[in-house]
């Protein structure tokens, strides 16, 4: 199975209009604000001593971080942009990138061969993913932490899209980070709150741990507050 040609051209279209600028794609926070956090929920589950996949790692930024804390960091995208951008942003190669479609689930396979069983980094993949390919991104998930990894997953709520409605519309239009994820005809916030745990499970993973958070925006409403959208974690393992 492979992903539609409207999604991958959306996204390899917006990666190669943004620039190099750390920040400028909308939802690239700092780790300090993300992975920084996320990892904090994960390691009561997990050792750190397997690689880590982050998927959908877009420019690298979080995976540059996660290079620090596990032995070897692995960022993947659909986009052959957004893999461009995170090596340029890691000239000192602290962590590896590669295009993968997740929804390829021989190329996914072929990279748990590749790495073994693996810990998952995965914010907000899903809740912009076209519904076909929502189930077989879960999958990838499972494939990839096999036996004995274990996968942290963020994704955005319904109230999100609330959120993003209202800075759509605010006077003035869209601020420029949102206004350049709606002109490439992405869509955030399309899964159902329930749809996230229906579809790991679904995919054979047995959720751990899980609850509400904010992923952290690099744009601001119109009086100066950053940008916060509602979300939801997961903490996942194998069922075999």
Known sequence: MSVSDRYKNAWESYWSDVSDTPGEAMWDADPELSA????????PYTDRSRPVVDLGCGNGTQTRYLATRYPRAVGVDLSHAAVAHARRADPARTAEFEQLNLADAAAVRALHERLGDADVYMRAVIHQSDPPDRAPVAAAVATLIGRTGRAFVAELTHASRTVIGEVAKAPGG???????????GLRPAEAED????????????????????????????????????????????GRG
């Open 194 to 237: 329930r749809e996230v745990a229906d579809l790991l499970e679904g995919a054979g993973l047995e959720i751990l741990a899980q609850g509400g958070t904010t992923l952290p925006q690099t744009e601001f409403h119109p009086d100066g507050r950053r940008i916060d959208l509602p979300a939801e974690w997961f903490v996942a393992r």
């Open 174 to 184: 869209p601020p420029p980070k949102l206004e350049a994820v709606l002109a490439h």
């Open 36 to 43: 920084v956090p996320h990892l904090a929920l994960l390691e």
